[in-house]
């Protein structure tokens, strides 16, 4: 449940990003979380899937890197992608 919150708060920072940035699609995104996470890079792959069609795709190369950090936390360490023009 709380890897699903995380998740889900990870996807709202992307597209306040990809608003800000005006990005077009992802092609690398580098997330840390905590060492007790179990965010996966599927499960974070399908939901901007779902959340953001076209922004994510076979394209995009998800890394999730798990590190001694808080608990319920996540870092958007590096995001990669297109700009729209």
């Known amino acids: 449940m709380h890897d699903t919150f995380l998740v889900k708060r990870i996807s709202e920072a992307l597209g306040e990003l990809f608003e800000e940035k005006k990005l077009g699609r992802i092609t690398k995104l580098r997330i ?3 060492k007790d996470s179990h965010i996966r890079q599927k499960d974070l792959y399908e939901h901007l ?3 953001y069609k076209g922004i994510a795709g ?3 190369e998800i890394i999730i890197e798990h590190q001694d950090i808080e608990s319920l936390t996540a870092i958007i360490e590096s995001v990669e992608g297109d700009i729209l023009g």
């Open 58 to 60: 076979e394209w995009t």
């Open 49 to 51: 899937l779902e959340e």
């Open 32 to 34: 840390i979380t905590s």
